[in-house]
Structures are given as C-alpha cells and as structure tokens.
C-alpha cells in the first residue's frame, strides 16, 4: 500500500509559479511511476506529467513541458510538480498517483492522493 499526500496548491495571479509536492508513505517510490493529473471543474482528469521510476520524464503534450517541470526526490519519498507563467486555465484540482508501470494511461495508477487545488486568476 502507498499513501500519497499532495500540497502546495494554492490561489496565485497569472504568471506566478507554484511548486507542488506528492509525499508518499507506506512504501518506497524507488520502484514506482509517480504520475501528476489534473481535474478542472466540469472537465475529465487529465494527464500533466510523469516521473518513472529510472528518473525519466514524460509530459502529456510539448506545451506543458515548457511550463511544467516532474522531478523526484527518492530519498524523501516526494515528486514534486514545478509550474511556471501559471495560466487561469492551470487552475483544476492537481492529483499524484503511483504506479508500477510506467504508463500514461489513467486506469493503471493503482493509488491516488486527495488532490491539491491550483486556483489562478486574471
């Protein structure tokens, strides 16, 4: 069992930047796939990056990967999820995830945190 605890999320103005955190318990990430999704009000959860277990990345679409940075820290058990020039539309509900195989298909990340919520305005 993994638990994952996202934070960081919070109310900023366009243009500002946010660092978020997963922290997992119960578990090492060293073999795990941490994925990083969002949900905005009214839309499907979507893919935002992921972090493999070997220390690759993989963004959902090259327009994210210039905002949007995944890195993992395994001796603290985190992935944090890095987003620079926020837009209004980044602001959803950012969930972590874990998996054992590196996948950007949402129906196999086997354990998800609660979510942390990203909120930007105009």
């Known amino acids: 069992q993994v638990q994952l605890v996202e934070s960081g999320g919070d109310l900023v103005q366009a243009g500002g930047s946010l660092r978020l955190s997963c922290a997992a318990s119960?578990?090492?990430?060293?073999?795990?796939?941490i994925g990083w999704f969002r949900q905005a009000p009214g839309k499907e959860r979507e893919l935002v990056a992921v972090?493999?277990?070997?220390?690759?990345?993989?963004y959902a679409a090259d327009s994210l990967e210039g905002r949007f940075t995944i890195s993992r820290d395994n001796a603290k058990n985190t992935v944090a999820l890095q987003i620079d020039n926020l837009k209004p539309e980044d602001s959803a509900v950012y969930y972590c995830?874990?998996?054992?195989?590196?996948?950007?298909?949402?129906?196999?990340?086997?354990?998800w945190g609660q979510g942390t919520q990203v909120t930007v305005s105009t």
């Open positions: 995830a874990a998996s054992g195989q590196a996948t950007m298909i949402e129906s196999q990340y086997e354990y």
């Open positions: 972090s493999t277990w070997w220390g690759g990345s993989t």
């Open positions: 119960g578990r090492t990430i060293r073999r795990l796939n």
